[in-house]
């Protein structure tokens, strides 16, 4: 499975982007996709997940009401709206994919491959 993040930028505080998530190879592998982020000398967090079986979603209490996680199974992508963006969402982002099957959990064990990053920077 090999995954590829798109879609940062920079935007001033309060704005929004929208980033994308294209997976490519084995995908009957993978039941989960989620969105995780790293600012500069912070762990890394996760910030939204999708299930690919029923739909479900799940987000970090920090981006609750204010992003929103969508997949399209034909174009094998995922995608994350960023709306109300905040200096506190910068960071580089990454899609991975897990082939757990379950609701999907924020956690990064499980997820097995990963993408590289897209840099998100939002100005105050």
């Known amino acids: 499975v090999q995954l590829q993040a798109s879609g940062g930028g920079l935007v001033q505080s309060g704005g929004s982007l929208r980033l994308s998530c294209t997976v490519s190879?084995?995908?009957?592998?993978?039941?989960?996709i989620g969105w995780f982020r790293q600012a500069p000398g912070k762990e890394r967090e996760g910030v939204a997940c999708?299930?690919?079986?029923?739909?479900?979603?799940y987000y970090a209490d920090s981006v609750w009401g204010r992003f929103a996680i969508s997949g399209d199974n034909a174009k094998n992508s995922v995608y994350l709206q960023m709306d109300r963006l905040k200096p506190d969402d910068t960071g580089v982002y990454y899609c991975?994919?897990?082939?757990?099957?379950?609701?999907?959990?924020?956690?990064?064990?499980?997820?097995?491959?990963w993408g590289r990053g897209t840099q998100v920077t939002v100005s105050s």
């Open positions: 190879g084995d995908t009957s592998a993978y039941y989960r």
């Open positions: 991975a994919s897990d082939p757990t099957y379950g609701p999907c959990v924020l956690t990064s064990l499980g997820y097995d491959y």
């Open positions: 999708i299930s690919t079986v029923d739909g479900g979603r």
